[in-house]
């Protein structure tokens, strides 16, 4: 019954190493997306595909990059990480960009601890 | 810029009083209003959405209100439960698919 899903749930890793986070969603949705959540709750989008294709990507550090193998799977890769990449990443998805009803459904997060 | 804020970072309440979450948006463009609920340990959650061409909507014990000529969105909850208890989210969308989430009000509900 899970919507949107994310492995892992927690990730600690060191400095420098590199990383992924798989998302997933059974929504049957076109569009998905990556969010950063700081330590003061804050939200941004990092990135948008829709049916596999980038439609946004806000001024991330080119060591973060998605990867859409198929429209129910957006996985984040992250080189060389950095203490600043600790947050909390979240996926989401929606039926489709420009629909004027937008609802995004939010996946559980991924704690991501970098030291 | 970007600019989606809350007026008040925390809310405290007493249980079974109506709670006023409120959220001053900064683009004039934008068009489409939602609030979503995030609870500890969990991804935000949809709460109730407006579109521009409304000033209020109502959803189950919560309404929406939005006054476009101040740029002002809040969030009303009526007979406020302790599972209220979340942060609360306002985000608008200027263009379709990209939504600007404002920093968040944590509220509170006393028993």
């Known amino acids: 019954d899970t919507a949107v899903s994310q492995t892992p749930k927690y990730l600690v890793t060191q400095m420098g190493n590199d990383k992924s986070i798989k998302c997933e969603q059974n929504?049957?949705?076109?569009?998905m997306y990556w969010y950063k959540q700081d330590s003061k709750k804050f939200l941004k989008i990092m990135f948008s595909?829709?049916?596999?294709?980038?439609?946004i990507n806000e001024t991330v550090p080119n060591r973060f990059s998605p990867k859409s193998p198929d429209k129910a799977h957006l996985n984040l890769h992250i080189n060389s990480l950095e203490l600043g990449d600790s947050a909390v990443y979240f996926c989401?998805?929606?039926?489709?960009?420009?629909?004027?009803?937008?609802?995004?459904?939010f996946g559980p997060g991924t704690r991501l601890t970098v030291l | 810029g970007e600019n989606v804020g809350l007026h008040l970072p925390t809310l405290s309440v007493q249980e079974g009083d109506n709670s006023i979450i409120n959220c001053a948006y900064s683009?004039?463009?934008?068009?489409?209003f939602i609030w979503y609920k995030q609870e500890s340990g969990k991804g935000p959650q949809f709460i109730i959405d407006?579109?521009?061409?409304?000033d209020k909507r109502q959803g189950q014990r919560v309404t929406v209100l939005l006054n476009k000529t101040v740029k002002h969105l809040s969030l009303q909850i009526a007979a406020t439960q302790p599972g209220d208890s979340a942060v609360y989210f306002c985000?608008?969308?200027?263009?379709?698919?990209?939504?600007?989430f404002g920093q968040g009000t944590e509220l509170s509900v006393k028993p």
């Open positions: 989401a998805s929606s039926l489709a960009t420009g629909d004027l009803r937008n609802e995004q459904f």
């Open positions: 929504l049957g949705h076109d569009t």
């Open positions: 595909y829709n049916n596999k294709e980038l439609i």
């Open positions: 683009n004039s463009a934008s068009d489409y």
């Open positions: 407006i579109r521009s061409n409304m």
């Open positions: 985000a608008e969308s200027p263009q379709g698919g990209k939504l600007i």
